[in-house]
């Protein structure tokens, strides 16, 4: 079981955290069965009012959506990761269709490209992409997108799916925004080829990494009004606790990192960031930011 750590893990220190989204968390997996509720319980105290827990494969996301149902503050994309891609098939969509029309499904995704795990072929995993981003369309709803070493793959399958018709056409294309690059570690060329498609970046914790320079010296060329902060936990545990398990407690740690690299202050990258996942994931007046 975590223990509750000494280290502050609050944005700010006040009797009363900001409010926080941890826009992609993946609070179902068995690394919190132990103690999920003490987690929530810290999450809750650090100011965290809204999770988003990722899909990875179909029977993940019916168990995703039994915990946010039994959550006020959780809400669920339905996905198909790439590296559970191989056995992808157009019954998959439809379970997926399915599964999309609960209340609490808020995007699709992680769904994209992952080049570095040899698990999946990257043909499997395109088919797999291309058949999600048009239900996305279908459906109206944002995704959330996984790209690990084939950022040029990824930013042409998105590139001509914004230009497409199916896209042009869909409700997906008057919501504010398309989807979000979560866990951005690209360059400034494809943040702004991200812009242009109406996409948000999300920024985890690698960010807050010591030996992360090139990361430290993009951050103050990114645009404050297109960054969701995000944990992804279990895995990319922020500094100072990398190592460990992550949880969703350690979401302000981003945005103090990130107030940090661009001289805007924590409440105010707090403020931007929380505004821009209720507005992306369609939470607006749904969700109480305080």
């Not at 996301?61 to 590296?83: D, F, I, K, Q």
């Not at 793959?153 to 914004?162: K, M, R």
């Not at 103050?220 to 936990?233: K, N, Y």
Request: include cysteine.
């Amino acid at each position: 079981m975590t223990r509750q750590l000494s280290v502050s893990t609050q944005p700010e220190e006040s009797a009363t955290p900001p409010f926080l989204v941890d826009s992609h968390c993946h609070l179902d997996l068995a690394h919190f069965d132990e103690d999920r509720a003490a987690v929530l319980d810290r999450a809750k105290s650090a100011g965290v009012g809204l999770i988003v827990i990722p899909g990875i494969d179909v029977e993940q996301c019916r168990g995703a959506l039994e915990l946010a149902s039994a959550t006020p503050e959780v809400y669920v994309a339905v996905g198909v990761h790439p590296n559970s891609s191989g056995d992808f098939t157009p019954v998959v969509v439809d379970e997926l269709r399915r599964l999309a029309a609960h209340p609490k499904v808020v995007a699709i995704g992680e769904i994209g490209l992952d080049y570095y795990w040899d698990k999946v072929t990257p043909e499997q995993q395109d088919v797999a992409f291309r058949a999600q981003l048009a239900l996305a369309a279908e459906l109206g709803l944002p995704v959330i997108i996984h790209n690990r070493d084939a950022s040029d793959d990824v930013a042409a399958v998105l590139e001509e799916w914004v230009q497409g018709e199916s896209f042009r056409s869909s409700q997906l294309a008057g919501r504010p925004f398309a989807g979000v690059l979560h866990a951005f570690g690209g360059d400034l060329a494809l943040a702004k080829r991200a812009y242009a498609w109406g996409f948000l970046l999300g920024i985890a914790g690698p960010v807050t990494f010591k030996n992360a320079r090139q990361m430290h010296d993009l951050v103050p060329g990114l645009r404050s009004d297109r960054l969701l902060i995000e944990t992804d936990a279990p895995y990319l545990t922020p500094h100072p606790f990398r190592g460990k398990r992550n949880e969703p407690g350690y979401v302000g740690l981003v945005a103090k990192k990130l107030a940090e690299l661009t001289g805007v202050s924590v409440a105010e990258i707090c403020e931007n960031s929380s505004q821009l996942a209720l507005t992306f994931f369609g939470l607006q007046g749904r969700v109480q930011s305080r």
